[in-house]
């Protein structure tokens, strides 16, 4: 268990060693039983005192995370939510347990995948058959009948130009005006994030990012050594006073945020806070990473100009996804950035895998030659605003009094909070039980997480059995918060 510490922050020690452990456990990474070194061998191996593990370990069995045990050591104490296998404690994997990791958390990881057979309101992920899944199909073909030499040639590290060139006229109707050669394609927005995290970030550097936000995000930083202060948001984005003191405190390296249809609450940050956000980050000298996986989504009006569309200095780096929308199997996205920033992550690019497969951005191409994106888009805003109206009415009509939702304007989730006392992982215990998955609220924290929250997605079922997941939702939520008060301040993170 490899631990970095900044011994130069303003955060104290032992409050850095406890949400680096705490993350670890409530994301699995430390698992249920797993035994902790020591204090005397932790203090020896982060060179601190005693005094100050044992204030660690203190505090993690304040939270019920950890048990002592007399004689025996220090114990992790944690229910995992993920059916794991069964392990055969007669293997020969037990010399794995000494190999230091720089895992700190894994909370994505934990709830990200397919199930089969089940109600699946975790993934943010949008129904296949509303994907131009067999326009694709046959642009792959004609793709590959006309240059069938694309599968034998690896494509440029900052990926096809032509394609690059579509994406500038693309974003320029989302007020976005930048050269190509300030683009990267990359294998998701996934993959731009870990660039920026693996190129900029590094132990100790300090990322502010929303509370909530991105899990995957969070676990990204996190494994860089990063340092995350929370920023707390409002219903026009992230509170700008906070930030301020943030700025003024903790000297951040990074912004990150997620300013349309934010992941997972679905607010927008509106324009003059990207105007004051845009103002402190050049006033500080902070990268900004903006995220923007989903803004063609709007249920109403478009969301405001991106910050990039606002930025004249290349403090902010923009990541584009296009799986979500268009082809998930794809993996396609972009990242756009100016000056030696950019140069530094095409670098990044190469090293990590030489540039995306060529193929997938050649068969995407015909989408933006066409109507047909335009076409696509105006039907999927129609389809989705349907999905999210249906929902919405099965909540007001069937969820118990007490729990609360944010109607969202655009994307795909909605943020649902329990009453504050409850916790919504013992409710994804029960809701498993009836094969019905979601992502818990307190996946999306940083340090110290709410576990009254839940995402909910509503775009990923087909129409058939939207309804009747939502109804079987409401149900296990009425049962489960007029049971027993056992589940308050409950001890599973």
Same mark, same amino acid.
């Given at each position: 268990?490899?631990?970095?510490?900044?011994?130069?922050?303003?955060?104290?020690?032992?409050?850095?060693?406890?949400?680096?452990?705490?993350?670890?456990?409530?994301?699995?990474?430390?698992?249920?039983?797993?035994?902790?070194?020591?204090?005397?061998?932790?203090?020896?191996?982060?060179?601190?005192?005693? #005094?100050?593990?044992?204030?660690?370990?203190?505090?993690?069995?304040?939270?019920? #995370?950890?048990?002592?045990? *007399?004689?025996?050591?220090?114990?992790?104490?944690?229910?995992?939510?993920?059916?794991?296998?069964?392990?055969?404690?007669?293997?020969?994997?037990?010399?794995?347990?000494?190999?230091?990791?720089?895992?700190?958390?894994?909370?994505?990881?934990?709830?990200?995948?397919?199930?089969?057979?089940?109600?699946?309101? &975790?993934?943010?992920?949008?129904?296949?058959?509303?994907?131009?899944?067999?326009?694709?199909?046959?642009?792959?073909?004609?793709?590959?009948?006309?240059?069938?030499?694309? !599968?034998?040639?690896?494509?440029?590290?900052?990926?096809?130009?032509?394609?690059?060139?579509?994406?500038?006229?693309?974003?320029?109707?989302?007020?976005?005006?930048?050269?190509?050669?300030?683009?990267?394609?990359?294998?998701?927005?996934?993959?731009?994030?870990? =660039?920026?995290?693996?190129?900029?970030?590094?132990?100790?550097?300090?990322?502010?990012?929303?509370?909530?936000?991105?899990?995957?995000?969070?676990?990204?930083?996190?494994?860089?050594?990063?340092? $995350? /202060?929370?920023?707390?948001?409002?219903?026009?984005? $992230?509170?700008?006073?906070?930030?301020?003191?943030?700025?003024?405190?903790?000297?951040?390296?990074?912004?990150?945020? $997620?300013?349309?249809? *934010?992941?997972?609450?679905?607010? /927008?940050?509106?324009?003059?806070?990207?105007?004051?956000?845009?103002?402190?980050?050049?006033?500080? *000298?902070?990268?900004?990473?903006?995220?923007?996986?989903?803004?063609?989504?709007?249920?109403?009006?478009?969301?405001?100009?991106?910050?990039?569309?606002?930025?004249?200095?290349?403090?902010?780096?923009?990541?584009?996804?296009?799986?979500?929308?268009?082809?998930?199997?794809?993996?396609?996205?972009?990242?756009?950035?100016?000056?030696?920033?950019?140069?530094?992550?095409?670098? &990044?690019?190469?090293?990590?895998?030489?540039? &995306?497969?060529?193929?997938? *951005?050649?068969?995407?191409?015909?989408?933006?030659?066409?109507?047909?994106?335009?076409?696509?888009?105006?039907?999927?805003?129609?389809?989705?605003?349907?999905?999210?109206?249906?929902?919405?009415?099965?909540?007001?009509?069937?969820?118990?009094?007490?729990?609360?939702?944010?109607?969202?304007?655009?994307?795909?989730?909605?943020?649902?909070?329990?009453?504050?006392?409850?916790?919504?992982?013992?409710?994804?215990? +029960?809701?498993?039980?009836?094969?019905?998955?979601?992502?818990?609220?307190?996946?999306?924290?940083?340090? +110290?997480? +709410?576990?009254?929250? =839940?995402?909910?997605?509503?775009?990923?079922?087909?129409?058939?059995? !939207?309804?009747?997941? $939502?109804?079987?939702?409401?149900?296990?939520?009425?049962?489960?918060?007029? &049971?027993?008060?056992?589940?308050?301040?409950?001890?599973?993170?």
């Amino acid at each position: 268990m490899k631990i970095e510490i900044n011994r130069n922050a303003n955060i104290p020690i032992n409050q850095q060693i406890y949400e680096n452990i705490a993350d670890r456990i409530r994301s699995g990474a430390l698992s249920e039983g797993e035994h902790l070194p020591s204090v005397r061998s932790l203090a020896k191996q982060l060179g601190i005192s005693l #005094l100050t593990v044992v204030r660690v370990y203190d505090l993690l069995e304040e939270k019920d #995370l950890i048990e002592r045990v *007399q004689g025996k050591g220090t114990f992790v104490k944690n229910k995992l939510l993920i059916d794991a296998p069964e392990r055969n404690v007669k293997n020969n994997f037990d010399w794995q347990l000494s190999v230091l990791d720089y895992l700190p958390r894994t909370q994505f990881g934990a709830h990200y995948g397919s199930f089969e057979n089940c109600i699946q309101f &975790s993934v943010a992920a949008i129904c296949p058959s509303l994907l131009p899944n067999r326009y694709l199909e046959r642009e792959i073909h004609s793709t590959l009948k006309k240059n069938p030499n694309i !599968l034998s040639s690896y494509g440029p590290a900052q990926g096809d130009e032509e394609l690059r060139k579509t994406m500038c006229k693309y974003l320029r109707k989302h007020n976005l005006y930048i050269n190509h050669q300030d683009i990267l394609v990359t294998n998701g927005t996934q993959q731009g994030i870990d =660039l920026v995290a693996k190129t900029f970030i590094g132990p100790g550097d300090v990322v502010a990012m929303e509370a909530p936000t991105y899990p995957a995000a969070i676990d990204t930083f996190r494994a860089r050594g990063a340092t $995350i /202060v929370s920023l707390p948001m409002d219903n026009d984005g $992230i509170r700008i006073d906070h930030l301020q003191r943030v700025c003024e405190i903790y000297k951040p390296k990074l912004i990150y945020t $997620i300013p349309n249809f *934010q992941n997972p609450t679905g607010i /927008v940050l509106s324009r003059k806070r990207r105007e004051q956000l845009l103002m402190l980050a050049q006033e500080n *000298q902070i990268i900004i990473v903006e995220d923007d996986p989903w803004s063609e989504m709007f249920f109403d009006k478009k969301p405001p100009t991106p910050i990039k569309g606002l930025d004249t200095n290349g403090f902010v780096i923009y990541l584009k996804g296009l799986s979500k929308t268009l082809v998930p199997g794809c993996r396609i996205g972009l990242l756009a950035a100016n000056g030696t920033l950019f140069n530094r992550l095409v670098a &990044s690019k190469v090293n990590t895998d030489l540039g &995306s497969p060529l193929l997938t *951005q050649k068969a995407i191409l015909p989408l933006f030659h066409s109507k047909r994106m335009e076409d696509h888009m105006e039907k999927l805003r129609f389809a989705l605003n349907l999905r999210k109206d249906k929902v919405v009415k099965l909540l007001n009509s069937h969820m118990p009094d007490g729990v609360h939702w944010i109607v969202p304007t655009g994307g795909l989730n909605i943020w649902l909070s329990v009453p504050s006392d409850w916790n919504t992982n013992h409710l994804l215990i +029960e809701c498993k039980k009836e094969n019905i998955f979601f992502l818990p609220g307190s996946a999306c924290f940083s340090g +110290e997480p +709410e576990k009254h929250h =839940l995402r909910l997605n509503f775009t990923y079922l087909p129409d058939n059995e !939207l309804e009747m997941g $939502i109804l079987k939702f409401c149900k296990i939520t009425k049962k489960f918060l007029s &049971s027993n008060r056992q589940f308050r301040h409950s001890s599973i993170n």
